[in-house]
């Protein structure tokens, strides 16, 4: 018996594959398989929502929900499933989906009736990945969409069949297409523009821009312009398509690709909005009465090389005032009332990313259409966190020009993305082989750079490829580097010239750090340029030589700046130059000009210590070296090369660690001052043999060095060398035993430096000397039982590096703050202070400092309580600094809070292992300054264990009491008093030691606030 019909108010969701039918005919077997994961996803993505599939329909299906909401859920969720699959032979599917809220009958478990057949017909009207909405469902949504998503009004339809049109609505979300054709719909004109060849990725921005532009009744000219390749067809197609309903008399494609005249424009024109071919006066005339009173859009594509028809537009423009024109050009037509859109490459990665995932890469634009593309070719590709760089690198390379990018994922059927890369090295030569229905100029990046080369005049080509020697530059140095090429570029201004090939696409203009205008070449485009430049051996030279003395002098002239108060201009001067500067150092370098180089190396040395750019200068002084060898030996090289050997030293130190290679360039500079009659008295190799001798836990003879320096200082009346030798003399002899006498001698030293203009030396690398003057400051004055000004020190070592924006410097300040913080106990600080240097560390490519952040990392999370959490990163941030064989002289101190976090674990024997290691370093019987601060620890994994009283933990609570009494170290007295006054003691013993501590914490004027004096009161009123 038939059920009785019920009539219900549900949520509608229709959904069909697009194209489905020629696929089942191309692809029976694959289509089978592809169409039961479809299934399955559709019917999981429905349930998932709280909806019910009623039924399918050919390849689509209907479902039903109890709320507009719960059907949006459910289409978001298919349509993302749907993307990232990978699919058969018979390549991605595209369903388009529509959704409509209303009462149905129901019966026999099935719907009919008008909100049904209306839901139909929403979902026919869209096309492959678009989600539609009905206005009653876009209502009924109201705010509660996806994260991200929103609506977009494609105005009101006609609907076949049905008598009412509808507004209509679609769905927007940032990880799926969002640009699609018209609208199927009764009166829609989807043959007006070309049917696009495969899916639109990326330029919501661009494309909303565009959009926004051509709705302005003010903007009745807008030129998208753009180097080939860039993707300005697709970009002016899909905005077209996007505002098709604005102009009542639609959009018309007009493709100038095989015209050469302004007359075969006009034909072009007339025969797109459907007039016959006439002579040519006439034309015009009856193509400004078909167009005047009309409301239409016309594309003019590939408009550059017709320029000369751009008085054609004008009369049309002044003519037609309902008509709209979007040209597509890689160069401008000049006309008034003519709006301008430099279209820019796809979005692209982070190039200081060191290690992005694929989730991370697919924000990315470029990154996105390769996926796409790749896919296309070889559809078991996926994005994996393993080849993540790769790609990246791969779109970085090609600038984010699609058709690059297009051009490359061509042969990934033939190598991985991998060797894909390291193939891209020349890129001309590889993006070859296109798609055959590209144009025959887009079919290779070589022949779209070389169709607009061609329509450049012979003066503009020998601008074109003189830019070529520069990494981007300013005006002056193009005008400076022409102007010296004795006359062969006679005939132009460098200044229009620039201004031409700007207007043709093929320069860019960018504003720099400072504001500056500058002019870059896309790397492609560069590339070829550089080729063409080649192909002209004589020009080629003179061009090199000119470039590369422009820039030496321009260092040259920034040396007196960087010594003074003018150094921060200087180096961001010299950043903006910084590639051009290598070009011209690697100029002189092959050059073997010794002269040369000496006027650009200290201004390069200067930039990239500023910058952390420690590769960069271990090949600036491998390349000094290397020309030095090549001079007569004598006093003056021996010097030089001292220096550099100790300089190389010290950078590789910072990028690898203490490792053999760190040894011998030390020891090849020792050899070199043992073999000469006097040890050069240079202050770069004293500084250096300073760092040496404390990397190695030499302190006396670290601070011998540092008293030479005090001398050498004293001698030359500088007083910025001086807080070297002070930081060295301070530093050594307060660490080994004298607390105070170090204390008051960095103290002394900060007042100095802070009363005059601190200038960086020669060859500097590392630290600036005065963060770590502040943070051994903050140390001592801890130990000495002035914590706030202990934090006070501490501070102001960050404040400085952040004004210094030196990365070593900055990573120098922030551990040790952290580490200050993990003395006061202040665990949640010190994860803030890990986590800052962990992320200076990679965007630096500082590995010793991430082993270490890391390591500070762990340290905080034990502190907060999760042990294991803690334990896991300290090991691994230790085992890390271990693989880069770093010194003796850190290692007590990783060691001792390693062990604290064992003793807070109860995992005694092991931290009694780290805490022994650490001892033995130090020498138990030895005066440095942390030594009372092992013992504690000692004594507090020993308190957790069962051990003979002799061995106990009062034993070391002792040791540490009465050594830090003897440097005079009253924190950690303090520390140690307030764990033997817990011991269990006979009530003398008890009296004794919180007389002890009574008197001790009475000396302290400052700090209260700290968990350690806190500690101290609670014992002392119990």
């Known amino acids: 018996m038939q ?11 229709f959904t069909d594959i697009e194209g489905s039918t020629t696929l089942w005919e191309r692809f029976p077997l694959a289509m089978k398989g592809s169409l039961e994961r479809h299934d399955a996803m559709l019917r999981t993505a429905v349930e998932s929502a709280a909806g019910e599939v009623v039924k399918t329909t050919g390849d689509g299906l209907m479902a039903v929900f109890a709320t507009a909401r719960d059907g949006i859920r459910a289409c978001v969720a298919a349509q993302l499933a749907l993307a990232h699959e990978v699919w058969s032979e018979a390549g991605p599917l595209r369903v388009r989906m529509g959704l409509h809220v209303g009462e149905a009958a129901a019966s026999d478990g099935d719907y009919h009736g008008p909100t049904v057949n209306r839901a139909a017909r929403i979902m026919a009207a869209g096309h492959g990945g678009q989600i539609l909405l009905s206005a009653v469902a876009a209502a009924l949504v109201g705010d509660a969409l996806p994260d991200g998503a929103t609506l977009r009004g494609l105005g009101e339809h006609r609907l076949k069949g049905l008598e009412r049109p509808e507004q209509i609505f679609q769905l927007v979300d940032g990880r799926l297409p969002a640009g699609f054709p018209p609208l199927l719909t009764v009166g829609g004109q989807r043959d007006d523009l070309p049917v696009e060849p495969a899916g639109f990725v990326g330029r919501e921005a661009e494309l909303a821009q565009i959009e926004a532009r051509l709705r302005e009744d003010g903007v009745r000219l807008l030129t998208l312009l753009g180097p080939g390749g860039i993707g300005k067809t697709r970009l002016a197609l899909r905005a077209a398509a996007n505002v098709r309903d604005v102009f009542d008399d639609g959009v018309r494609f007009v493709n100038l690709e095989a015209t050469r005249s302004a007359a075969a424009v006009l034909v072009a024109i007339a025969r797109a909005v459907g007039l016959t071919d006439t002579d040519e006066g006439s034309q015009l005339d009856e193509l400004v009465s078909r167009l005047r009173g009309r409301r239409c859009l016309i594309i003019l594509d590939n408009f550059e090389q017709v320029t000369v028809a751009a008085s054609t537009v004008s009369r049309l423009l002044d003519d037609c005032p309902g008509t709209k024109w979007l ?63 790769a790609v990246a690198q791969i779109c970085l390379r090609l600038d984010g020009l699609p058709l690059a990018i297009e051009l490359a994922t061509a042969r990934i059927g033939l190598f991985s993305a991998e060797a894909l890369r390291e193939r891209l090295e020349t890129r001309l030569t590889l993006l070859r082989g296109g798609a055959r229905d590209l144009p025959a100029r887009q079919q290779t990046l070589r022949s779209t750079i070389e169709w607009s080369y061609q329509l450049l005049e012979p003066r503009e080509q020998r601008l074109f490829e003189l830019l070529s020697a520069f990494a981007g530059t300013g005006i002056e140095a193009v005008e400076m580097v022409a102007g010296s090429l004795n006359g062969q570029l006679a005939g132009i201004d460098p200044i229009e010239g620039l201004t031409s090939l700007v207007d043709k696409s093929l320069v860019r203009p960018a504003v720099s750090g ?87 190396v200290d201004g390069l040395w200067a930039l990239y210590d500023s910058r952390g750019w420690y590769r960069a200068t271990i090949e600036l002084s491998s390349d000094l070296l290397e020309v030095l060898a090549s001079t007569p030996t004598g006093a003056e090289r021996t010097a030089t090369e001292v220096t550099l050997r100790m300089s190389q030293a010290r950078a590789l130190m910072a990028m690898e660690g203490y490792t053999p290679a760190v040894e011998a360039e030390y020891t090849r500079a020792l050899e070199l001052i043992k073999d000469s009659d006097d040890r050069p008295q240079l202050f770069p190799v004293l500084r250096s043999l300073g760092s040496f001798y404390n990397f190695r836990a030499e302190f006396e003879r670290a601070a011998e060095i540092g008293r030479e320096i005090q001398v050498l200082a004293e001698r030359q009346n500088d007083p910025s060398m001086r807080v070297d030798g002070d930081l060295l003399v301070g530093v050594n002899v307060g660490f080994v035993g004298d607390l105070r006498g170090g204390s008051e001698l960095l103290d002394a030293t900060i007042e100095s430096f802070e009363a005059h203009a601190y200038q960086a030396s020669r060859f500097r690398l590392g630290s600036d000397p005065r963060v770590p003057c502040l943070t051994s400051s903050a140390f001592f004055h801890w130990l000495l039982g002035f914590p706030d000004q202990a934090l006070e020190r501490a501070d102001r070592a960050v404040q400085l590096a952040v004004v210094l924006q030196h990365p070593t410097s900055h990573a120098y300040a922030i551990f040790h703050s952290g580490f200050l913080h993990l003395w006061r106990r202040e665990p949640a600080i010190v994860r803030s202070r890990a986590l800052a240097l962990i992320e200076i560390a990679d965007d630096h490519d500082l590995p010793i400092w991430s082993a270490i952040g890391t390591f500070l990392l762990g340290a905080a999370s034990a502190g907060l309580g999760n042990v294991e959490e803690g334990l896991s990163a300290l090991r691994h941030g230790i085992a890390r600094y271990q693989d880069m064989k770093t010194p003796p002289v850190f290692w007590p101190m990783l060691h001792h809070v390693l062990a604290e976090a064992y003793a807070r674990a109860g995992r005694t024997d092991e931290g009694l292992a780290s805490i022994d290691q650490a001892i033995a370093m130090l020498g138990e019987d030895s005066r440095a300054a942390l030594i009372p601060e092992m013992f504690l620890v000692k004594g507090d994994l020993l308190s957790g264990c069962d051990r003979p009283a002799a061995d106990g933990p009062a034993i070391w609570y002792r040791r540490a009491l009465e050594r830090a009494a003897a440097l005079d170290a009253r924190m950690s007295q303090l520390r140690a008093s307030i764990r033997l006054c817990r011991m269990p003691w006979d009530p003398d013993t008890t009296r004794n030691c919180r007389a002890e501590l009574e008197t001790l914490y009475a000396t302290f004027t400052e700090g209260f606030t700290t968990v350690d004096l806190a500690e101290a009161r609670e014992q002392l009123a119990t």
């Open 514 to 600: 400072d504001d500056a205008r500058r002019f870059v070449m896309l790397e492609t485009i560069r590339e070829y340029a550089g080729e063409r430049l080649g192909a002209l051996p004589d020009f080629r030279e003179a061009v090199r030589r000119a470039h590369a003395t422009y820039f030496a002098d321009l260092a040259q002239r920034q040396i007196d700046q960087l010594r003074g108060p003018g150094r921060t201009a200087a180096l961001t001067a010299m950043a903006a130059e910084a590639e051009n500067l290598r070009l011209c150092w690697r100029y002189w370098v092959g050059a073997r000009d010794l002269d040369r180089l000496n006027h650009i």
């Open 327 to 389: 040209v597509t050009s890689r160069e401008a037509l000049h006309l008034r009332g003519e709006h301008r859109f430099p279209v820019p490459p796809l979005t692209l990665p982070d190039s200081a990313a060191r290690r992005p995932s694929a989730g991370q890469l697919l924000r990315s634009e470029a990154i996105r259409l390769f996926v796409e593309r790749a896919q296309a070719i070889q559809p078991a590709f996926e994005l994996t966190d393993d080849n993540a760089p």
């Open 3 to 13: 059920q009785q019909e019920v009539t219900r108010t549900l949520a509608f969701l």
